[in-house]
């Protein structure tokens, strides 16, 4: 079972950030926070992970609580193209690999 | 960055045949790869844990004489749906891991219709 819970769904106006947040009150210690998109009829997309620490790349930022219970990743500038669900899925270091998905978060982002 | 191919990307078959489907990791060797199932307005659940050279692990309900995953090399891991019927129609998607705790990536999925 996933063990996250993001809204339903958003919306973000064209060129602002998006916020995007996740709950992971469960969490433990050796847990990593992962982020992924599915734009329509394709596959998912990584987009950015982390443990601790703040995490920045070249598609979003990652900004995770310092009780880690909770987390929210940020797209500076919404583009259309970010128009996709986004998944926030807690990932245990080493051990089982996979991914399970819980549903995401459907983000619309408006012109 | 990573690439996860998957072919073909949509297949129409009748009632009671087989479909193969590939993936492959083209840039690097994948230890791991992963078989998920997407059904319309749902997450994607994961089928099941194919690793190279041994037997897959299935996740609880999947019908492994079904659903055969081959993982012969380590770029190559294929899903035979066998006997399919049009329940079985759906988004399939597999994802293939470079390294223990690095991100898992995925294909483009093929979309599978039994007619």
């Known amino acids: 079972d996933a063990k996250t819970t993001q809204p339903t769904s958003m919306d973000c106006a064209e060129g602002r950030a998006a916020n995007l947040p996740c709950n992971h009150s469960?969490?433990?210690?050796?847990?990593?926070v992962y982020w992924y998109r599915q734009i329509h009829s394709q596959g998912p997309q990584y987009i950015i992970h982390g443990l601790k620490n703040n995490e920045t790349n070249e598609m979003a930022s990652l900004i995770i609580t310092e009780d880690r219970k909770s987390s929210t990743l940020i797209l500076p500038h919404a583009t259309l193209r970010d128009t996709a669900v986004y998944y926030c899925?807690?990932?245990?270091?080493?051990?089982?690999?996979?991914?399970?998905f819980g549903k995401g978060t459907k983000l619309t982002v408006n012109p | 960055g990573a690439v996860v191919s998957q072919h073909p990307s949509w297949v129409i078959c009748k009632s009671g045949t087989s479909v193969k489907i590939e993936c492959r990791s083209l840039?690097?060797?994948?230890?791991?790869m992963f078989w998920y199932r997407q059904f319309p307005k749902q997450s994607l659940m994961l089928m099941a844990t194919s690793n190279e050279g041994s037997k897959a692990t299935y996740e609880q309900g999947v019908e492994k004489d079904k659903f055969l995953i081959n993982h012969a090399s380590l770029t190559l891991s294929t899903l035979t749906v066998t006997s399919a019927h049009p329940e079985d129609s759906s988004f399939y998607i597999c994802s293939a891991v470079r390294a223990s705790n690095s991100p898992l990536h995925f294909g483009n999925g093929t979309r599978l219709t039994v007619t």
């Open positions: 469960t969490i433990s210690g050796n847990e990593y």
């Open positions: 899925i807690v990932r245990p270091q080493g051990g089982s690999e996979k991914l399970v």
């Open positions: 840039d690097f060797q994948a230890t791991t």
